[in-house]
């Protein structure tokens, strides 16, 4: 059988390690599929649902808020601050969490801390759409 093999890793841990028929990721420019012997490839990624086949024809869902994806013929490794698990997914701390940086964006004092808000509150909305597309293909 055709796979390659995935690792996906955050700065604390190895999130997912395991041999894969095909991996989907949210690529800066939009979203990218990877076969086996796929050409190799560096580049960033955006926050969002890493989709990965399994070679037993399972899925695993990871989520990574953002990072750097590369792409080797036999490999795929995904690194990234914060990833974490689909099946690890909190939708009420992910909700609370957005409503504070909600909260954060409206009394933003500076374009620093503006600009801060919007970026952890894109995140937060990524990690929300990945828990739905997680929770509706359980």
């Known amino acids: 059988m055709n796979t390659i093999r995935v690792d996906v890793v955050s700065a604390e841990e190895s999130i997912y390690s395991g041999d894969a028929r095909f991996v989907a ?3 800066e420019a939009g979203e990218l599929g ?10 960033r990624i955006k926050a969002g649902s890493v989709r990965i086949e399994t070679a037993d024809g399972g899925e695993e869902f ?10 080797q ?4 490794t995904v690194l990234s601050d914060t990833a974490i698990r689909g099946a690890d997914l ?3 701390k992910a909700n609370a969490a957005r409503q504070a940086a909600q909260e954060a964006v409206r009394n933003a004092k500076s ?3 503006l600009a801060t808000a919007q970026a952890e509150l894109a995140v937060l909305a990524a990690q929300l759409s990945a828990l739905r597309k997680y ?3 359980k």
Do not use: Q
């Open 90 to 92: 909190d939708e009420e």
């Open 73 to 76: 013929p036999d490999s795929v």
């Open 34 to 43: 990877i076969y086996p012997r796929h050409t190799p490839l560096i580049t």
């Open 62 to 71: 990871v989520f990574v808020a953002g990072g750097i994806l590369e792409v």
């Open 135 to 137: 929770r509706g293909k």
């Open 25 to 27: 990721l949210p690529g």
């Open 111 to 113: 374009e620093v801390d």
